[in-house]
């Protein structure tokens, strides 16, 4: 293969991981998914390849779907066990954010419902909202009809609506960083009545435990989030034990939503991100597995900081 054809490919590389993330909801795994479709374009025939783009876009695809039918996916993915990887915003592997369907397909609230989607479902939703492909070339990428593509796309879009409603859509950045500096001062104080107040009345935290339980924890109620709240921002001798010293704390957009995350050197060790809706938090999400904060921790060391939040928790 020569360079033309590896340039070729290095210019869809972004694009193709974006839409593998998408997918996936595995930063790891999307990288894994471009990686193989490089080694088809490798062993295929160049010449007969009309259009790379289209070509691509089909074997990432189809890759992408082996991996979410697989046994091993099944198992690793069950609902409530399962939280998308957090992507720092600026990481090329959020891909396009022009419209609000884009922009939303890439939040966390949406990555999380879809895995309540079929694969096919998911990927006609991706393929539609996120990248505008025509249910015609859709229909081509994924070997269907053109209106199984549109019954797949009725589907997702009618139980995504959910996630949306739940969100509240776009809040201005200066509205969703004074949320956060609330919550952040209300938790690390122990003010248990002003965290309530900041919190819907349906309001859910989720969080995986920093990777050690099998499924996710979860809190459905105010006050109950308050407290776990309370008890998580609070710091102890013992926490900056299991922190391994005394992190940093930055306000930060992940995958477009306001976020707390704990930076300890150039290394994040948890991220907390938040869903507004009428200019409370609506869902609370802790993320501290360290195989799902890799490729976070990676963008953020190419990253130009704001001031702490907190110095030294």
């Not at 150039?266 to 938040?274: E, L, S, Y």
Request: glycine fraction near 6%; aromatic fraction near 6%.
């Amino acid at each position: 293969m020569d360079s033309t054809d590896t340039s070729r490919f290095e210019a869809s590389r972004n694009r193709l991981a974006s839409l593998a993330y998408r997918l996936l909801g595995c930063a790891a795994d999307a990288e894994d998914a471009v990686q193989e479709a490089f080694l088809h374009w490798q062993a295929a025939d160049r010449q007969l390849i009309k259009v790379p783009e289209a070509w691509l876009t089909k074997v990432v695809t189809n890759v992408c779907l082996d991996r979410l039918r697989s046994a091993q996916a099944r198992r690793e993915r069950t609902v409530g066990a399962w939280l998308p990887d957090p992507l720092l915003d600026g990481d090329p592997m959020l891909g396009p954010a022009d419209t609000v369907e884009q922009r939303d397909s890439v939040s966390l609230a949406v990555l999380t419902l879809m895995e309540r989607l079929s694969p096919l479902e998911r990927a006609v939703y991706v393929l539609r909202e996120a990248f505008s492909y025509s249910h015609a070339e859709i229909a081509e990428i994924l070997d269907i009809t053109e209106s199984t593509s549109q019954q797949h796309l009725h589907r997702a879009r009618r139980r995504i609506t959910a996630a949306r409603r739940r969100s509240g859509g776009e809040v201005a950045p200066a509205s969703a960083r004074r949320i956060v500096e609330e919550f952040l001062a209300a938790a690390s104080s122990g003010r248990t009545e002003r965290l309530v107040a900041l919190l819907t009345d349906d309001a859910i935290a989720i969080s995986d435990g920093a990777g050690l339980t099998e499924k996710l924890l979860r809190y459905d109620t105010a006050q109950r989030i308050a407290a776990v709240a309370r008890a998580g921002f609070t710091p102890t001798p013992a926490k900056r034990r299991f922190a391994g010293g005394t992190p940093a704390i930055h306000h930060a957009l992940v995958n477009g939503a306001p976020a707390i995350l704990f930076v300890l050197g150039d290394q994040v060790i948890g991220a907390v991100t938040f869903d507004i809706t009428g200019g409370k938090i609506a869902t609370v999400r802790g993320i501290a597995a360290p195989t799902r904060l890799a490729r976070l921790t990676e963008t953020w060391r190419q990253h130009e900081p704001d001031t702490p939040l907190i110095t030294q928790w």
